[in-house]
C-alpha cells in the first residue's frame, strides 16, 4: 500500500496550520512527524479585541509560513519572520520607519 502523503507535504500543511513539524529518523529513515504549537495565553477569549483600532506586527523567529498561519489566527496585519533574537532591534526599527508609533512587548 503507498503512503497517501509525503514528509514534505505534511510538513507545508502542518506549517499552513501554525504547526511546527519535528521529523523523526530511526537508523537514517523518517519515522515520526510530531507538531508542536504555540497555544497562546488568552485562553477563550478573542486575542483581536485587544488589538481593536491598531496596526499590529509581530516579529519572531518562527518560520514565515507558520509565523503567518499564527498571525492570521490572531489578528495581526503584518509578520516578520526568522528573525534571530540579535535582528529584533533592527527589526524593529525597520517597522518604525513606516510607522508614527511601535512599541515592543514580549512573552519572555
Given at each position: 500500500m503507498a503512503c497517501a502523503f509525503t514528509s514534505a507535504r505534511m510538513g507545508e500543511r502542518l506549517g499552513n496550520e501554525?504547526?511546527?513539524p519535528l521529523y523523526a529518523a530511526v537508523d537514517g529513515r523518517l519515522a515520526a512527524i510530531l507538531?508542536?504549537?504555540d497555544q497562546g495565553d488568552n485562553a477563550g477569549r478573542d486575542p483581536r479585541s485587544a488589538f481593536?483600532?491598531?496596526k499590529v506586527a509581530m516579529i519572531t523567529d518562527d518560520n514565515a509560513r507558520t509565523a503567518r498561519a499564527i498571525a492570521d489566527r490572531l489578528g495581526i496585519d503584518e509578520v516578520v519572520?526568522?528573525?534571530l533574537p540579535g535582528g529584533r532591534v533592527d527589526a524593529i526599527k525597520?517597522?518604525?520607519e513606516?510607522?508614527?508609533r511601535a512599541a515592543f512587548v514580549a512573552r519572555r
Open positions: 501554525g504547526k511546527s507538531a508542536v504549537a481593536a483600532g491598531l519572520a526568522e528573525v525597520a517597522l518604525r513606516g510607522c508614527i
